[in-house]
């Protein structure tokens, strides 16, 4: 059974970069799809992006280029870095990984970590 | 505001049938990408629960169902129990976003 595991601060100023990591332990990183997904306090969820283990990488455009996730197979971990926050990026973020068969990968995300919240103030 | 819109709430007592719809349109559900479900028990992450509009992962109750039509979709639960009290999310792909999107989330009450 695959664990994800995000770490990082929990609290970030204004105009700084977010940096998160998510650890994958009990299985492996290779022939996935890994994501970011956050969820600001009481509100619902958003998907900011997906790197495939070899590194191609999709974001969801509304995050205007500030978002890059990047991925370390020999760590078994992947990263986000959100720039120029502000407190709208204030949320629980999570990392997720999407379902791959032996034979193709789809858009549903099978296993989620626990989340992690991170502030943004001064 | 959410690409695929939800009812913000539901309620229904215990043994009841309650249904959690999820409209899209023609560049999502419309399209004829597939709709996935998740349930987010208070303080948790979520959880899968319904893939490919009408799939349950092993362990999932069959007391929850899936179905997809035209621009929308809805996850349907029976039996109501106090333990299925959470938020539900769909989710589906979009291509003019060329990527995953989520409902508003509905919050289920169980009277």
């Known amino acids: 059974q695959v664990q994800l595991q995000e770490s990082g601060p929990g609290l970030v100023k204004p105009s700084e970069t977010l940096s998160l990591t998510c650890t994958v332990s009990?299985?492996?990183?290779?022939?996935?799809?890994w994501s970011w997904i956050r969820q600001p306090p009481g509100k619902g969820l958003e998907w900011l992006g997906y790197?495939?283990?070899?590194?191609?990488?999709n974001y969801n455009p509304s995050l205007n280029s500030r978002v890059t996730i990047s991925v370390d197979t020999s760590k078994h971990q992947f990263s986000l870095k959100l720039s120029s926050v502000t407190a709208a990026d204030t949320a629980v973020y999570y990392c997720?990984?999407?379902?791959?068969?032996?034979?193709?990968?789809?858009?549903?995300?099978?296993?989620w970590g626990q989340g992690t919240l991170v502030t943004v103030s001064s | 505001q959410s690409v695929l819109t939800q009812p913000p709430s539901v309620s229904g007592a215990p043994g009841q049938r309650v249904t959690i719809s999820c409209t899209g349109s023609s560049s999502n559900i419309g399209a004829g990408y597939d709709v996935h479900w998740y349930q987010q028990l208070p303080g948790t992450a979520p959880k899968l629960l319904i893939y490919?509009?009408?799939n349950r992962p092993s362990g999932v109750p069959d007391r929850f169902s899936g179905s997809k039509s035209g621009t929308s979709a809805s996850l349907a639960i029976t039996g109501l129990q106090a333990e299925d009290e959470a938020d539900y999310y769909c989710q589906s792909y979009d291509s003019s976003l060329s990527g995953s999107v989520f409902g508003g989330g509905t919050k289920l009450t169980v009277l």
């Open positions: 790197i495939y283990y070899g590194g191609s990488a």
């Open positions: 490919t509009n009408t």
């Open positions: 009990g299985g492996s990183i290779s022939s996935y799809y």
């Open positions: 997720a990984r999407r379902y791959c068969s032996s034979t193709n990968c789809y858009m549903w995300f099978d296993s």
